[in-house]
């Protein structure tokens, strides 16, 4: 008999049936599976209920930044209609100013003392300005109500240059600063509005004559992309400090310097050169070094699109140098 035999048969495992052993170790597995399944649930269930509360979290977010965007732009109405008034009332009190002090200037009423002829023209200069600025002003309100209308032509490039010369002619009594127009570069005629790319090199060219105490103011144009244009503006002034260079094409932004003191204005050339611009197509932008001084752009469409299908001129990829502070990254 060998120890086998000595087995009896039931006492035997069935080589299909597991041991008891094996059973109960199995059985903990699964045991310890569904645990670890459950806690797992559990942490799902706990997420997804995070996930949904902040989900509320943000879609109450975004109704209150909707409700907080309605307010913005009701309040940029109400400050554009404002503007637009404001500046439309003081006109007619203004164009009388101006309208006596030049009667008294003629003379038409009798002569003046060289000291009431000074203190005249001390009213015909302030009217001056102050009518600048109320037409700063209007534009301004107009531009951000959307109701200024662009007028495109084809119009040459050498008539609106001449046509800058002439006007700044009157006002070069700095005999230490020349102003310098440049024969465009590649291309002869624009289709734009003739005006409104006026306008604002008419603001680039008066604060380079206003900053550049000595030295040259530089206008030129040039073709850098076969679609666009751009003109410059460069001066030898003083120069706008980097920390400023962030805000110089916001509305009201003036920097302190002793010449900033010496002449007035309102802050508003600028911003209003900018919002023009992009009404235009474009964007505009500066580099400036202090006591070295500054490059104001404008880059243009030279064919001026359609609203519909035109977004701003395409920008060069590298124009963000760290000087250089473009119009849509700095201003408001
Ligand atoms: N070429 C420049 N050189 C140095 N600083 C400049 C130059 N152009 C503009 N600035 C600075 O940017 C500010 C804003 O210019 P902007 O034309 O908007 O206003 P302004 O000339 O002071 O007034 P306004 O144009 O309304 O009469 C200026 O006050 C000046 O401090
Ligand atoms: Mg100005």
Request: glycine share 6%; proline share 7%.
């Amino acid at each position: 008999m060998t120890a086998q035999d000595a087995i009896p048969d039931h006492a035997m495992p069935h080589p299909s049936e597991p041991s008891p052993t094996a059973t109960s170790d199995a059985s903990d597995d699964v045991a310890a599976l569904r645990a670890a399944l459950e806690a797992r649930t559990q942490e799902v269930e706990a997420l997804r209920a995070e996930i949904e509360e902040t989900n509320r979290g943000v879609v109450a977010l975004y109704s209150e930044l909707d409700i907080q965007a309605e307010k913005l732009r009701h309040a940029t109405e109400l400050k554009s209609r404002f503007l637009a008034y404001m500046s439309h009332e003081f006109r007619t009190p203004i164009v009388a100013i101006q309208s006596i002090t030049r009667l008294l200037m003629d003379r038409v009423d009798g002569p003046l003392t060289p000291e009431q002829e000074k203190q005249v023209g001390f009213v015909r200069d302030t009217a001056a300005e102050f009518s600048e600025m109320v037409n700063d002003l209007l534009d301004l309100a107009r531009l951000e109500a959307g109701r200024v209308e662009v007028s495109p032509a084809w119009f040459d490039m050498v008539a609106l240059f001449d046509a800058l010369r002439g006007m700044f002619k009157p006002v070069l009594t700095n005999p230490d600063v020349s102003l310098i127009f440049e024969e465009p570069h590649g291309v002869s005629k624009l289709f734009s509005d003739n005006r409104k790319v006026s306008q604002i090199l008419r603001n680039y060219i008066s604060n380079a004559l206003k900053f550049t105490p000595s030295g040259e103011v530089r206008v030129s144009a040039t073709c850098d992309t076969p679609d666009t244009i751009t003109f410059s503006v460069r001066d030898t002034g003083i120069g706008i400090p980097p920390a400023s260079h962030g805000e110089v094409f916001q509305d009201f932004v003036q920097i302190d310097s002793p010449l900033q003191r010496r002449y007035r204005g309102s802050g508003l050339g600028l911003a209003l050169s900018k919002r023009l611009a992009e009404l235009l197509g474009g964007y505009v932008g500066f580099e400036s070094e202090v006591g070295v001084g500054s490059r104001f752009y404008v880059t243009l469409p030279t064919t001026y699109p359609s609203q519909a299908t035109a977004p701003n001129a395409s920008r060069p990829a590298a124009s963000a140098a760290p000087a250089t502070g473009s119009g849509d990254d700095h201003a408001g």
